[in-house]
């Protein structure tokens, strides 16, 4: 296993309106040459949240932070830096948490989701004991959750839709 030690690239995306908050591991290689939250092509991410929203599939960077703003949707991830071996989230070491404080008091917030069991994990082993607001974990929109249909992905995320 070879790892490199990644340093979170991205902001948050939020605004006062935001009422959940969806998060991440850390951004994958393909999310960091796009320079953009879930830039694998083949992860169904922003196909879900269209399909959940109304809004049309987001094709730039624009237009995905206006189908999370629009939502009430804010978008992060659990860790600020790790060491990890590509994309892959088994292999992730030394997990730094990022500082939920300013979007938590900045914002509606009412519900955690995050993307995926390790995203879960990392999320109540080093940031539930800071924010005290429980998470429930949803499948990994992944395209390594091959096992996950779309229509099995939106009847599971559409718990979303109870908060938004």
């Given at each position: 296993m070879v790892?490199?030690?990644v340093v979170h690239p991205f902001k948050p995306v939020y605004?006062?309106?935001s009422k959940i908050i969806v998060l991440g591991t850390i951004p994958s290689v393909k999310s960091r040459e796009e320079n953009f939250y879930y830039g694998n092509p083949r992860n169904r991410f922003w196909k879900?949240?269209?399909c959940l929203t109304g809004h049309p599939l987001p094709l730039t960077v624009r237009?995905?932070?206006e189908l999370?703003?629009?939502g009430g949707i804010?978008?992060?991830d659990v860790l600020k830096s790790c060491d990890i071996d590509q994309s892959k989230d088994s292999s992730i070491i030394n997990p730094v948490p990022n500082d939920f404080s300013g979007i938590i008091n900045r914002t509606g917030i009412k519900a955690v989701f995050t993307n995926g069991k390790k995203a879960q994990e990392l999320y109540r082993k080093l940031c539930y004991p800071r924010?005290?607001?429980k998470s429930r974990c949803l499948p990994s929109t992944s395209p390594a959750n091959g096992g996950y249909s779309l229509?099995?992905?939106l009847s599971e995320w559409s718990v979303l839709l109870k908060y938004i």
């Open positions: 790892t490199e030690t605004n006062e309106n879900v949240l269209s237009d995905k932070k999370l703003l629009d804010a978008l992060w924010t005290n607001l229509e099995r992905l």
